[in-house]
């Protein structure tokens, strides 16, 4: 039997290697809470959650409640628990306060430490080694902030990394920019790669209609929230067949809508890593694809790794930021994909471990800067 001995818990900042615009604002970089429990035997599991504020959380009460008590009695308790409720504001901002999120994780990577195995083969076994991810691109006015630029970024990609997926932010500037942005990517990246688009909610329903049959002739793999509800999705989809993702966890919506076709979600949503597989599962079921989103640091990235591995259902290429990341908690650095994946680590547990100077750079930043909330200028432009 294995004990909890301690639970700490640092919000942390990484910043990316330049700003990029999205609908409802600027992106500097990414806030999230890491957590290290301990066991009484030394053990060490990590997990990471999407609020600053569940730092705080699991250094009082609540972690307090945890220590002594057995991990395997834990993680069953929390792989039963209902998942705690998620805000997917009109703004497109997704709010998440589920700090135990973190602590299941990090009881993953214990259990699978203690059996001395990777954590893909507590889920079931391998169906692959190497995950794909997409490529992402925006308007960074530091970097590229011309569609010409945007493209001529993606071009370098395809060339230094082997690159074949994009995804990348539209609905920043007018149609008529977002045409020029797509013809010019899809003519640097070629016919054959895939090209998907996020709008975050950026387009009124008449503009999306117009923005999408616009760009229908550039081989649009998918378009991520072109407008703001799973109903005017539907109406959308009587004008295009695009298909279309969200951010919304609702499965049963979209089984009885038709619409979005694939659901972009990360960990938290769920819990940790038993909800995200009993998601998942609805989500075949009903027939409805699933991607990750991006935007965490390597802890998550882990564990998202271990899951596609050990999950047939999960191979379409998920979102990262991870190229754009200047600093991580992980040794190492982050886990950046190189020919479109990033090979699933095969060491015991989640297979990453904790750099202690790069967790103390990134808890000064976060000191320093607090919490990067680029929604925080008002409504949600829409055109």
Request: glycine share 10%; aromatic share 8%.
């Amino acid at each position: 039997m294995s004990r909890i001995a301690r639970v700490e818990a640092w919000p942390a900042n990484a910043r990316l290697e330049a700003s990029y615009l999205m609908a409802p604002g600027t992106v500097p970089g990414i806030t999230r809470t890491i957590v290290r429990v301990t066991t009484e035997d030394g053990i060490v599991g990590l997990g990471e959650s999407a609020s600053p504020a569940d730092a705080a959380v699991l250094r009082g009460e609540l972690g307090k409640r945890l220590v002594g008590r057995d991990t395997a009695d834990v993680l069953d308790e929390l792989d039963r628990a209902e998942a705690a409720p998620v805000t997917h504001r009109t703004d497109g901002k997704v709010i998440i306060r589920n700090p135990l999120a973190a602590i299941e994780i990090a009881l993953w990577d214990i259990a699978a430490r203690e059996a001395g195995v990777p954590l893909y083969e507590l889920l079931g076994g391998a169906v692959r080694t190497k995950i794909a991810f997409s490529e992402y691109f925006a308007y960074r006015p530091a970097h590229e902030d011309s569609p010409a630029e945007v493209a001529a970024y993606c071009a370098r990609m395809v060339e230094e990394h082997g690159s074949t997926v994009f995804e990348g932010k539209v609905a920043v500037r007018p149609v008529e920019e977002d045409v020029r942005l797509v013809r010019e990517i899809r003519a640097a990246i070629g016919p054959s790669s895939e090209l998907r688009l996020d709008a975050n909610m950026g387009w009124r329903l008449d503009t999306a209609k117009r923005a999408l049959s616009l760009l229908e002739p550039f081989d649009v793999a998918n378009v991520e929230e072109p407008v703001g509800s799973f109903s005017e999705m539907a109406e959308l989809r009587r004008t295009t067949a695009i298909p279309f993702s969200a951010h919304a966890p609702d499965v049963a919506l979209a089984e009885e809508l038709g619409v979005p076709d694939t659901l972009v979600l990360g960990l938290g949503f769920f819990g940790g890593i038993g909800g995200t597989r009993r998601f998942i599962r609805r989500c075949e079921e009903a027939g409805v694809g699933f991607w990750f989103y991006s935007g965490d640091f390597g802890i998550a990235t882990a564990a998202y790794l271990h899951l596609a591995a050990a999950t047939v259902y999960l191979d379409r290429p998920s979102q990262t930021l991870l190229r754009w990341t200047m600093e991580d908690v992980i040794v190492g650095g982050s886990l950046s994909p190189d020919g479109g994946v990033v090979d699933v680590p095969a060491r015991p547990g989640l297979g990453v471990e904790l750099d202690a100077d790069a967790l103390a750079r990134c808890i000064e930043l976060y000191g320093r800067e607090g919490e990067y909330d680029f929604y925080s200028g008002g409504p949600l432009p829409r055109y």
